[in-house]
């Protein structure tokens, strides 16, 4: 079975610093990741998706990810955070075996102080 | 492009009252719908989904249920309500392929007290 785990349930960092928000995963077959964000009362925005191309991904809002078979990660980096980068972040794999269905890490929450 | 509407937004509901929950899809046809709820401290939980009209598969048992009357719309019911049914509701769409990205709603918030 898939399975996703969120290394951090918070990550806290100060604006114009980097961001590292960690994923490790386990799948039998090829998955396709995803990292979500969701802001406060707010529904889940896509902010980039793995699905065997590249191994680095580039998303939305300068975010970007890489993934690594090696070490079945797919941590989430930004260089810079902004203040509206504030949000809850979800790591997200799937597979064919599942057919297709989405497993949901925990979340991290990410806070940037001024 | 595709959007997806919720509604309502908030819904506040006695114990033991009904409930309809409504998502709707524009711009696009024969999407795979999805209903999962969101209660505090326990991440998603995948609650229903459809691949076609009056196709449902339900993912946990409990006293939720879904239907699909038209291509792009997506109602969750019950009959009556658990406190346990607190919680954000959040509906999503994605393609008929495999892979597809699923994009979700707004979300709607339901307090059930």
């Known amino acids: 079975a898939q399975s996703v785990t969120q290394l951090d349930s918070h990550v806290s960092v100060s604006e114009g610093t980097p961001v590292l928000l960690r994923c490790n995963y386990s799948?039998?077959?090829?998955?396709?990741l995803f990292w979500y964000v969701q802001h406060p009362n707010k529904g889940l925005q896509l902010l980039l998706k793995?699905?065997?191309?590249?191994?680095l991904v580039k998303g939305i809002n300068g975010f970007e990810a890489e993934f690594k078979k090696s070490e079945t990660s797919f941590h989430l980096t930004k260089p810079s955070a902004h203040m509206s980068d504030a949000a809850e972040y979800f790591c997200?794999?799937?597979?064919?075996?599942?057919?297709?269905?989405?497993?949901f890490g925990k979340g991290t929450l990410l806070t940037v102080n001024p | 492009s595709q959007t997806i509407h919720q509604w309502p937004a908030t819904l506040v509901q006695p114990v033991g009252s009904p409930l309809s929950l409504e998502c709707t899809v524009e711009g696009t046809s024969n999407p795979n719908l999805y209903w999962y709820r969101q209660a505090a401290g326990r991440g998603l939980q995948l609650l229903f989904y459809s691949v076609g009209i009056g196709q449902i598969s339900s993912e946990v048992p409990q006293n939720l249920s879904a239907s699909r009357p038209q291509d792009r719309q997506f109602i969750l019911s019950s009959k009556k309500l658990l406190l346990s049914d607190s919680g954000f509701y959040l509906c999503?769409?994605?393609?008929?392929?495999?892979?597809?990205?699923?994009?979700f709603g707004p979300g709607t918030r339901l307090t059930v007290l």
């Open positions: 793995y699905t065997s191309a590249a191994t």
């Open positions: 997200v794999v799937s597979d064919i075996r599942s057919n297709y269905k989405l497993t």
């Open positions: 799948s039998s077959y090829s998955p396709s």
């Open positions: 999503a769409w994605s393609g008929r392929g495999g892979t597809d990205t699923q994009y």
